[in-house]
């Protein structure tokens, strides 16, 4: 972790530094031309989301935005997402609306959503590859939307992306709202104190200096070489212990504040991401990683731990605590929630011990800008740590890329087989795999299945249940 932080090549499979430790203590990066860099994107961020607020920055027709599109997906979607999450405060800053799939209902609803507001609505696109399918699909189509109604494109869009991705080449050639830097040593799954948090956090009027502050004083506590002085190596051989340094139980995240609600679902990717790996970093076959699932406390009591009490024994809980809790509720009929709140995490950790079931418990005093910053950076620390205890690069991916390799594939196979009834004949699918030299029936079939389901272009004959017997035509 000391030499990761210094700079050296910590992903060796991409040939890439590790620096998002720099991002909320810039003096620690290696060259001080990084330094300068990330200080000026936070300056640049700071500026663009006081001038959206305070509504220096306008559209074109001089209004003020009302709310902004978030497209990004992964690291690019989630962690602004949990940013939104847990540091809104109600009426302040701008409602945000996620495109993070291509599930064109989802993307209806949301354009429905913001309506004939989308004229004043700040579309970020972010992606630090620049070229993921999701977000350039969700871009394609929110542009398309705007412009319909005769809006420009260019005076509402932000790009964040790495410096000369496609992304980034467009942003600058069409002269968009504004553009700030993802980092080529950053990861998505890291990159929350990158813009890509720091713009949502802005654009809300968080903290965002509080913010990475905390995460900085996280990262100070979790240098220190003592085990049981530093709470993210602790908490790196908990999980160890738990789980046999080979993820046999996984974890649970049970935060006990709806502000965390979507913190298990940030983790899912930061842990499983980072430690579901096949190789080691020797090459040797390990298929290490733990599982993460979670919701929030109280909620979770009365769904899934009945099981995590009474049933398999193969998972460790981790319980999110917040003493201070700010709100308008009052005490009726001599109930306070707060107190129930409490009480049924201290009833279910309880309960849990009892039956012999681990647990870890992290308790913050009060929950805020700063807070969240150390939160996440003690998980950061804590994976960074599990994956060298367990020697596997936490820094890659291969998995996913072969994920979108095998979609592309699928992509391709359908064009060709529109290419192919585009005919207007009966064809079968037999036929069909032979015309397109293809000896996967079962795509061929799923694609054909998702043709005719999704438009009425194609007719049918036969049965869906003896696939072999049916053909298929383009209606002309
Ligand atoms: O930001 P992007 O380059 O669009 O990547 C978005 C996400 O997709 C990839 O497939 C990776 O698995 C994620 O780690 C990443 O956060």
Redesign the pocket.
């Known amino acids: 972790m000391v030499s990761l932080e210094e700079g050296v090549i910590a992903n060796a499979d991409e040939q890439r530094q590790v620096g998002h430790y720099w991002l909320r203590s810039p003096e620690l990066a290696p060259e001080a031309t990084i330094t300068e860099h990330i200080n000026r994107e936070i300056t640049r961020v700071e500026a663009f989301g006081k001038g959206i607020l305070d509504k220096s920055i306008v559209t074109p027709s001089g209004q003020p935005f009302t709310d902004v599109l978030w497209i ?5 979607g989630l962690g602004p997402l949990l940013m939104i999450k847990a540091l809104q405060e109600t009426g302040v800053g701008l409602p945000f609306h996620f495109f993070d799939n291509v599930d064109p209902q989802g993307m209806s609803c949301i354009l429905k959503e913001l309506g004939s507001r989308l004229k004043t609505t700040l579309v970020v696109v ?7 399918p ?2 350039n699909l969700g871009m394609q189509q929110a542009r398309v939307r705007l412009e319909g109604t005769g809006n420009s494109w260019s005076h509402q869009a932000v790009a964040i ?1 790495m410096s000369d991705s496609q992304l980034d080449q467009q942003a600058k050639q069409e002269n968009w709202l504004a553009r700030f830097d ?1 980092f080529d040593w950053v ?3 890291t ?1 929350i104190t990158s813009a890509v948090g720091l713009v949502p956090a802005a654009l809300i009027g968080a903290d965002l200096r509080k913010f990475l502050e905390g995460a900085a004083t996280m990262d100070a506590v979790t240098r220190v070489q003592d085990l049981r002085r530093n709470p993210a190596a602790l908490m790196a051989a908990s999980w160890y212990v738990a789980g046999d340094g080979r993820g046999k139980r996984d974890m649970v995240i049970i935060p006990y504040r709806d502000r965390l609600e979507v913190f298990s679902r940030y983790l899912q ?1 930061l842990v499983m ?1 980072s430690l579901g790996k096949r190789h080691d970093r020797n090459g040797k076959v390990v298929h290490q990683g733990i599982a993460v699932y979670g919701n929030k406390g109280s909620t979770d009591q009365h769904a899934y731990v009945q099981q995590l009490r009474d049933g398999i024994d193969n998972f460790f809980a981790t319980f999110i605590e917040v003493l201070e809790n700010p709100s308008d509720i009052p005490r009726v009929q001599g109930d306070y929630p707060g107190d129930f709140l409490n009480g049924f995490l201290q009833g279910t950790r309880s309960a849990l011990s009892e039956g012999g079931r681990q647990s870890i418990t992290l308790t913050m005093e009060h929950f805020n800008a700063y807070s969240l910053g150390a939160l996440i950076a003690l998980f950061e620390r804590a994976v960074g740590l599990y994956g060298e205890l367990i020697n596997v690069n936490a820094y890659h ?1 291969p998995g ?2 072969a994920g ?1 390799k095998a979609a592309a594939a699928i992509l391709t196979l359908q064009s060709q087989i529109e290419t192919f009834l585009a005919d207007g004949l009966f064809h079968s699918i037999k036929e069909i795999q032979q015309e397109i030299d293809s000896d996967n029936t079962e795509a061929i079939f799923l694609i054909l299945r998702h043709l005719c389901g999704s438009n009425q272009k194609y007719i049918i004959k036969g049965d869906w249940g003896q696939p072999l017997t049916m053909e298929f035509r383009l209606q002309c």
């Open positions: 990004g997906i992964g690291g690019s972010v992606s630090k590859s620049g070229t993921t999701e977000p992306t993802m990861g998505g799954r990159s990717q991401e991916q996913v890329e979108k």
